[in-house]
């Protein structure tokens, strides 16, 4: 199959009012409007990830830089996920730490949303995200969802479809999209990007499709350095190891290794028309963070709707090739199905 995978998701006509990245002139005017006001208060769902306290920490101390544009958390919701007992163990302790931290903990998400401007959705499960930020674009506040942005990639759709519907606008993302090296190949640095391969941990939960839970840290640093157009995907996994193997509608390959045993890590290898760059160390949650307060001022997504949609096209297609014993999995193929599947969720709300 060699034609280019179709991008209907968000791509619609210029009379129907929708620009580049697939929002809206409303979007845009409220996000001029949130500008004008100079809110700086954030609010948290979930405390069942570390991600929440380390946010915290960053925003709310007291000789915080400019660079994180005076934001503060003022609350959080804690409740997270139902039945992952790694992430159901953690919320008394983050509540905890949270309040050291003067966070007002309350009691559901209504409360919460009255009390502040953004959001940050950051708890761990994915499979409650749409539940949550439905009830966030709702009441119009500008919300970043950590990673997965679902448990699946219908999910997924159906929530940056209804982002468009309420003129709010969202993104999601994983820190080592960040990762010393992405930027400067970016720039050009290594000449255009011919392949590359990429590693992190693939810790396995079984409520969540493999790579959405822990290996989608090394499949967006692939996306980052190879950008979008991924045809298809085939998936060699063992108890210890994931090989996935991307190749592009321009015949380029990039690959991921999910590492389950020994010495794990975050990095890569980008292979270029003017040279080969190895990707620096995993820098931690700053880089992100600046992004999401440069989001909340301007309400411009620094990750493209398309291409989130098409990491989880990505990982969903290794899903369906491991059942498969390794075949090959059209992306196309899975995105067309999952748009239909969000269609029937989106009916339904």
Known sequence: MKKQIKRRIFIKSAAAGVIGIGFSPQILKASADINQTNLRRVGIIGLDTSHSPAFTRVLNDPSAGPEYGGYKVVAAYPKGSNDIKSSVDRIPGYTEDMRKM???????IPELLEKVDFILLETNDGRLHLEQAIQVMKAGKRLFIDKPVAASLAHAIAIYRLSEKFSVPLFSSSSLRYIPGAKEIAEGTVGKVLGADTYSPATLEKTHPDLFWYGIHGVETLFTVMGTGCRSVRRTFTEDTDFVIGTWTDNRIGTFRGIRKGKSDYGGTVFGEKGIMVLGKYSGYEPLLMEIVKFFDTGIPPVKPEETIEIFAFMEAAEKS???????????????????EAEKIIKTI
Do not use: D, P
């Not at 003067?102 to 559901?108: A, H, L, P, R």
């Not at 491991?322 to 239909?340: D, H, P, R, S």
């Open 102 to 108: 003067g966070v007002e903990i309350v009691n559901s």
């Open 322 to 340: 491991k059942m498969k014993n390794g075949a090959t999995v059209f992306l196309e193929t899975v995105i067309e199905q999952a748009e239909k």
